[in-house]
């Protein structure tokens, strides 16, 4: 159990994690780690099972602790069919058919993998109510900690309370390895947290939502760090992967703490979960989850910095976006170093995502700042050409 002394109204943060290892070849360590438990169900996909899943088998069946395996079907989307495919094979049949009985359940819950793969496992824990934990294969979310499972539901996203891992096992070697785009998914989650934080701060500020200033400044803190080292990250450093992982484990923690995402999320990943739902509803297998935050952060960004500029923005709220402006202007430097791919071109699906993105979730933010002031639909058309012309110096 992680605790944290505050003078928050919540005196004390806590968070259910027993054990964090993170360490070059820490994949070998599984078996000690998890050496309590005796019926281990791992849950990855095809690719994460080749990259440390085969291993973990391995590794867990020499120590009497494996039960089975589950891979997920590819896509491997968080929605219902994989959930359900995970909760189905969750146990296994006695040897002997006896209608008295039950079959067994595990007593322990693996991940192997990243952000869909993770989701999938904290909900199966959460419903069969067993512990869970997770082999980290790649930097890309910042999700490993969280307490809640954004999940396909029909054509809708939904954010679901779930439990969070109490084993956070990395890797150092597996994710400096990950195919590029997720160590960009990865900085891409953590750049939103200047505008999710901002956020809060702005609720706070107009509706007396709960806010923890150390916290805010913990996650701050890591998202600094974190951009320090992203600027060389294709070179694949174990010290830049290090620096990254911290900073979306801190992150985590910090929605841990709070028992809320509000410290990782705002205005960014409403309007970039927004943009996954629209490709889903169209059938099409949504961007990583980090990417759609990363170009949202940057329109979240540049929208606040037009807001500053604008004489119908309170003064106070004006005092509060200057205190983030040198932040924005880090990532927005950045950006012009490590590239992360800006996918949503096309005008229609920008401005929709926006408009939508106020409403995906009973959230306060600047979207619904903007809304109440009779500004929202404007800035979501204009900040359109601003942000295309920063990412790419084009409007077409």
């Not at 281990?40 to 690719?47: A, G, L, Q, T």
């Amino acid at each position: 159990m992680l605790e944290m002394e505050c003078t928050c109204e919540q005196k004390k943060h806590t968070a259910p994690i027993k054990v964090t290892e993170i360490s070059e070849n820490a994949v070998e360590k599984v078996a000690e780690i998890l050496k309590d438990y005796k019926r281990i169900y791992v849950i990855c996909d095809k690719n994460t099972y080749e990259v440390a899943g085969r291993r973990v088998e391995e590794l867990l069946k020499e120590a009497g602790s494996y039960s089975h395996t589950c891979i997920i079907d590819e896509p491997a989307l968080p929605n219902l069919s994989n959930v359900g495919k995970a909760l189905i094979e969750a146990g296994t049949d006695r040897a002997v058919f006896d209608i008295n009985e039950f079959s067994y359940n595990p007593d322990f819950v693996l991940a192997v993998g990243s952000g869909s793969v993770n989701d999938i496992s904290r909900m199966v824990s959460y419903r069969i109510g067993v512990e869970y934990g997770v082999v980290a294969t790649a930097p890309s979310m910042d999700g490993y900690i969280s307490v809640v499972a954004p999940l396909i539901n029909g054509n809708r996203k939904i954010i679901y309370t779930c439990t969070s891992a109490r084993y956070i096992i990395i890797d150092l070697n597996i994710c400096a390895n990950a195919p590029y785009e997720l160590l960009l998914a990865g900085v891409g989650d953590m750049i939103g947290k200047y505008v999710a934080i901002l956020d809060w701060e702005l609720s706070k500020k107009v509706t007396g939502e709960y806010y923890c200033e150390k916290v805010a400044n913990m996650v701050l803190e890591a998202t600094g760090k974190c951009i320090e080292s992203a600027t060389v990250l294709s070179e694949r450093k174990i010290e830049t992967i290090k620096n990254t992982i911290d900073g979306l484990l801190l992150s985590g923690l910090g929605i841990a703490y709070t028992g809320s995402s509000r410290p990782a999320s705002g205005t960014e990943h409403m309007v970039g979960q927004t943009w996954e739902v629209m490709d889903v509803e169209k059938g099409k297998t949504p961007q990583l989850h980090g990417i759609e935050v990363g170009e949202a952060t940057f329109m979240a960004m540049l929208m606040y910095k037009k807001l500053y500029e604008d004489d119908r923005c309170d003064s106070w709220l004006r005092e509060l976006i200057e205190k983030y402006i040198p932040a924005f202007d880090k990532v927005l430097e950045l950006q012009k170093i490590i590239k992360i791919p800006f996918t949503v071109t096309d005008k229609e699906k920008f401005v929709e995502g926006i408009m939508r993105g106020r409403t995906f979730r009973v959230r306060y933010t600047l979207l619904q700042y903007l809304f109440d002031k009779g500004m929202l639909e404007e800035y979501a058309d204009s900040i359109y050409d601003e942000t295309m012309k920063y990412c790419f110096g084009t409007t077409d």
